[in-house]
């Protein structure tokens, strides 16, 4: 099993180094971890007495590896989940904030359990998701997985600009649709054949 440290550690290497992508909402990020979150947590790196682009260029890895450890694991309560929940939501919470809450709080509800959808990891959420993996210990982190995936198509389908994180320029799975992926059993990883279809209608 994995620790949360080795967790974090991976999310950095996917994240990469510093990015400031126009398309992106999150504006300048650097090992995922963006410009608005510095700002929330007050990360002057610079000592310049203003949170900006080069406090973000001056984050290292084991600040980012911290950050994410702290606000978006622990402060989240990731660990109430199931372990084998935990990587997926941590790296989708870490992508898309409470919305990778939302999706498995969508995700349970479906189940058959009755929880708000609220983007909160309290007793209700921890207590559905521990009662899913009881009844389908083989097929919870798939389903979430599933589910993430859904998520990011929907999100490029809604917002052109936001398409090429989910379809390369040569037309095969983009990053996000990767990133899924790297949390689904194989068996469920969609076919070129299959992604080229679902995304077919975005010229």
């Known amino acids: 099993m994995q620790t949360v440290e080795e967790i974090a550690k991976e999310i950095v290497g996917r994240e990469g180094g510093f990015v400031n992508d126009l398309d992106d909402p999150g504006g300048a990020t650097k090992h995922g971890v963006t ?3 510095m700002r929330r947590l007050g990360l002057d790196l ?13 984050l290292s890895r084991t600040q980012a590896e911290a950050i994410f450890i702290e606000h978006y694991f622990r402060r989240p309560r990731i660990g109430s989940l199931p372990v084998s929940l935990q990587a997926s939501v941590f790296d989708m919470y870490v992508n898309a904030g409470g919305n990778a809450v939302k999706i498995l709080q969508r995700l349970l509800r479906q189940m058959g359990h009755d929880v708000a959808v609220d983007g909160v990891i309290g007793p209700q959420t921890a207590n559905a998701a521990q009662a899913a993996h009881a009844a389908a210990p083989d097929h919870l982190a798939d389903a979430y997985g599933i589910a993430r995936r859904n998520y990011y198509f929907r999100l490029a389908d809604r917002r052109p600009a936001s398409r090429k994180y989910a379809r390369t320029r040569a037309g095969g799975k983009g990053g996000w649709i990767k990133r899924a992926e790297a ?21």
Do not use: K, L, Q
């Open 183 to 203: 949390f689904i059993s194989p068996r469920y990883h969609m076919t070129e054949a299959e992604f080229g279809r679902r995304v077919a209608a975005w010229g």
């Open 46 to 58: 610079t000592g310049d007495g203003a949170v900006g682009v080069a406090d973000v260029r001056a």
């Open 35 to 37: 410009i608005h979150t």
